[in-house]
């Protein structure tokens, strides 16, 4: 992924009054702390650094070379740009082992297009059901993480002000009538107010793997018991024991026992993390 939102927000706002350089992970070799595409934009002097291409003396080094590349002077203009090679062993102060190159590029606000298409958050979708209190948790745990987030209710006034920047509030009456209107390849999330919602957004979620395949994860929030239940309705609405399958209940990585929305958030969050494909 390129960048999660609210760095790539944070660019936008900053540019709008000075260039920077943006380092750019160009490629890797062995065992590296971040992968190709990771970014961070410097500014000169003093300013801030945004991004991260993956912490220590790699960073450090680069921050500083980027300082330096703006201070000399030595872009033409937007769109020069330096490629540096590192190798992560003793000269670094890291153990890596790996080699590192990576790509100083002066930018600047008239830019913004373009750089959108590169380093704009592009997240796996996730879609939310449900504006309770582990719904609120969820949603700010997912905002700084590589997903997109769809956030549904069927109630009016549920959702906050401060709503997480990107996400996608929606209303819907029957709230299972937003299922088949989701992005392709969307994680599911189910937890409502009621059970009654929770099965109908269910089924309508395994209505549409059955004809489309598409939703690479449905997970309800719930015990084991209130699975079991779910098990014996869907299955009287027609659904297979392989389709039955296609659900995770309860959620949330396993080990972790808490029941305080927070910990419920993230364990959720680690989990969706977990489903997510590796770097290509």
């Known amino acids: 992924m390129g960048g999660d939102m609210t760095a790539w927000q944070r660019l936008q706002d900053e540019l709008a009054g000075a260039p ?4 750019t992970v160009e490629s890797t070799q062995g065992s590296v702390p971040r992968e190709a595409g990771a970014w961070m934009a410097v500014f000169a002097g003093g300013g801030p650094v945004i991004g991260t291409i993956g912490g220590g003396h790699l960073e450090w080094q680069s921050i500083a070379d ?34 590192v190159q990576v790509r100083l590029e002066c ?48 109630r009016d006034g549920i959702f906050p002000a401060d709503a997480p920047a990107g996400a996608v509030c ?43 395949g598409d939703l690479p994860f449905i997970g309800l929030i719930g015990s084991r018991t209130k699975w079991a239940t779910f098990r014996r309705r869907l299955a009287e609405r027609g659904f297979t024991e392989a389709e039955l399958a296609q659900v995770t209940c ?9 029941k305080a929305p927070e910990v419920i958030a993230i364990a959720v969050a680690a989990q969706l993390l977990q489903c997510l494909p590796g770097p290509g």
């Open 66 to 99: 980027a300082r330096d590349w703006l201070a000399a002077a030595r872009p033409a203009g937007a769109g020069a740009s330096l490629l540096v090679r590192h190798a992560l062993g003793p000269s670094l102060g890291q153990c890596c082992g790996g080699v």
């Open 170 to 212: 929606e209303h819907s009456e029957p709230v299972q009538g937003a299922v088949p209107t989701l992005a392709a390849g969307s994680m599911v999330l189910v937890m409502s107010f009621s059970h009654a919602e929770d099965l109908d957004i269910v089924a309508a979620c395994l209505q549409r793997r059955r004809t489309r």
């Open 20 to 23: 920077a350089c943006l380092v």
């Open 107 to 154: 930018i600047t606000a008239e830019q913004l297009p373009a750089l959108r298409e590169r380093l704009g958050p592009r997240g796996q979708p996730v879609a939310l059901f449900g504006g309770g209190h582990v719904g609120h948790a969820l949603a700010r745990v997912l905002a700084p993480l590589p997903f997109a987030l769809h956030w549904i209710d069927s």
């Open 250 to 258: 309860p959620i949330g990585v396993p080990g972790i026992t808490g």
